[in-house]
């Protein structure tokens, strides 16, 4: 069991529409992240939030938007997305500390799926 | 040249074999080194950190080799169920927050 909470499990939107994926975690991490991954691919990183401001952004295209609400939830809001950007789209957490040896905990992902 | 690089395979077992793979990294200055398992549709899973001497999780061993910048993850006596793809991850002390991940090493395990 994840204890990285994602939803929806699976998402399917059309170019027009608005969205947004959710994540919460309670283990007191102050690090959190958005990947995406597409099919036998690594996962790649998109955006990261540490103490709630938002400290890497991978030039990711403007249709995604993170959002972190408070230290315990981070939102991805979508927005005039393009089939391409169909993937499973996962949510991490860490620590925060930046320290050796932090380790990432992947929420199970929301399947996206644009049509 | 990739930062993290990891023979995709697939790695085909027979269960109860021994298997190993490993995960080149470019940048000397890594200083954390993981391996992740991924099942197909799953989110990754930290599998074991790998520290300098080496350690060992049950049928699971890792080795750091900073030498020749690499590390390595061995499995004893396989089962059907460690069929997986297996992520190298790497992170360097400049990086902050950014892990770097391999692009797996796939292990089918067969009866």
């Known amino acids: 069991d994840t204890e990285v909470t994602q939803t929806p499990k699976h998402l399917v939107m059309g170019m027009t529409n608005k969205k947004s994926l959710k994540c919460e975690q309670h283990?007191?991490?102050?690090?959190m992240y958005w990947y995406k991954q597409k099919a036998k691919k690594p996962p790649e990183l998109m955006f990261v939030?540490?103490?709630?401001?938002?400290?890497i952004n991978e030039s990711v295209p403007s249709r995604f938007s993170p959002e972190c609400p408070n230290s315990s939830l981070l939102n991805l809001h979508l927005h005039a997305l393009q089939p391409e950007d169909s993937a499973l789209y996962l949510c991490?957490?860490?620590?925060?500390?930046?320290?050796?040896?932090?380790?990432?905990?992947f929420g199970s992902g929301t399947q996206l799926s644009v049509l | 040249r990739k930062e993290v690089e990891q023979d995709p395979g697939p790695f085909n077992v027979p269960e109860g074999a021994t298997v190993a793979f490993n995960c080149t990294y470019s940048?000397?200055?890594?200083?954390?080194f993981f391996w992740y398992r991924q099942d197909c549709r799953k989110e990754p899973k930290l599998l074991m950190s790998v520290y300098s001497s080496g350690n060992e999780d049950g049928r699971f061993t890792a080795q750091l080799n900073r030498a020749s910048q690499y590390i390595s993850l061995l499995i004893r006596d396989s089962k059907l169920s460690d069929s997986a793809t297996y992520l190298c991850v790497v992170k360097h002390e400049a990086a902050g927050n950014k892990l770097t991940f391999g692009g797996g090493t796939r292990v089918l395990v067969k009866p």
């Open positions: 940048n000397s200055a890594s200083q954390s």
């Open positions: 939030y540490s103490y709630e401001k938002l400290s």
């Open positions: 283990m007191g991490h102050r690090a």
């Open positions: 991490a957490s860490s620590q925060g500390s930046g320290a050796i040896g932090e380790k990432l905990f």
